[in-house]
């Protein structure tokens, strides 16, 4: 029973000091000056200024990522063909969200998006130069799937192409992918960048 006693009272006091006179006087508190709140590291938040621990914080940038995603795509040089060249003229369909989105302070950003982009350019036809036009459709694609980037061509109805010369035309014209997935990578930057 001795034993039990002195296992109880050996633990309860285990963190408990003995001795009064060991132990550091409590701190006395004093009055922060401005210039001590100055001196004090304030931590690299990300985010608002309101949002300081970075709990969560959501940014709507469909307005800048619509707006410069068109930009970047009209922005491209016109492509030589063997039979001809083709630029594209305007972004018709820019459909999507993108946000960012800081989680324990740590950023994160993301998009889906569609598109519709006009072209035009010159062919060689059957030895004779044939203006063309026609679209680009873009189905769904979002943050981090760029590879797997698809497109559709549509080249624009003309009296005087037959349906070979179209899927001929369409074939070459796919080659505005690369180029397309290029700028859609520095978008993709951009907004990881904000």
Request: proline letters at 4%; charged letters at 30%; glycine letters at 6%.
């Amino acid at each position: 029973m001795e034993s039990e006693v002195a296992e109880k009272q050996s633990s309860y006091t285990y963190w408990v000091r003995q001795a009064k006179e060991d132990a550091a006087p409590p701190p006395v508190p004093r009055r922060l000056s401005a210039n001590d709140i100055s001196m004090q590291s304030q931590p690299n938040a990300l985010g608002s200024v309101w949002n300081r621990a970075g709990t969560w914080e959501e940014k709507n940038l469909n307005t800048w990522a619509s707006n410069r995603i068109k930009e970047l795509l009209t922005s491209m040089s016109s492509l030589e063909f063997s039979c001809g060249n083709a630029e594209i003229s305007e972004v018709t369909k820019c459909v999507g969200d993108a946000f960012l989105v800081t989680v324990r302070n740590k950023k994160c950003a993301g998009y889906t998006y569609e598109l519709t982009l006009k072209f035009k350019g010159e062919w060689l036809v059957r030895e004779e130069k044939k203006k063309i036009k026609g679209d680009i459709d873009i189905p769904e694609f979002s943050f981090g799937e760029l590879d797997d980037l698809q497109m559709e061509v549509r080249v624009g109805e003309s009296t005087d192409l037959v349906p070979q010369d179209k899927t001929q035309i369409s074939g070459e014209l796919r080659r505005f992918l690369e180029p397309i997935r290029a700028k859609l990578l520095q978008f993709e930057q951009e907004l990881k960048d904000r």
